[in-house]
């Protein structure tokens, strides 16, 4: 069973940055996603890396200002956010997956953490 952990939520002033980090207990997986969700809104995926060939995608809400990076001897996925927006107050959670096409939909992914929480204030 893998476990996902996020860390490095938190408060911060728009323009400013953040880093999260999702550790994993488990590094079988292929890929690992980043999403949020804002209260009333649909779960959205931000950014997803392949661990093998560090390949990543990212939502065109957040490009140019978040980078999805990971670290295999530490089985570890972060996300570091710049440039923060009022709009990018969410929850974030990480996912991962073991196999096959890893995507930016939700449905893509069979492992998910609790979330960490960020709130940017304009």
């Known amino acids: 069973q893998v476990q996902l952990v996020e860390s490095g939520g938190g408060s911060v002033q728009a323009g400013g940055s953040l880093r999260l980090s999702c550790a994993a207990s488990?590094?079988?997986?292929?890929?690992v996603a980043w999403f949020r969700q804002a209260p009333g809104k649909e779960r959205e995926g931000v950014a997803r890396v392949y661990t093998g060939s560090g390949n990543t995608r990212y939502a065109d809400s957040v490009k140019g200002r978040f980078t999805i990076s990971r670290d295999n001897a530490k089985a570890a996925v972060y996300l570091q956010m710049n440039s923060l927006k009022a709009e990018d107050t969410a929850m974030y959670y990480c996912a991962a997956r073991k196999s096959g096409y890893c995507g930016l939909g939700p449905p893509d992914y069979n492992y998910w953490g609790q979330g960490t929480q960020v709130t940017v204030s304009s």
């Open positions: 488990r590094y079988t997986y292929s890929c």
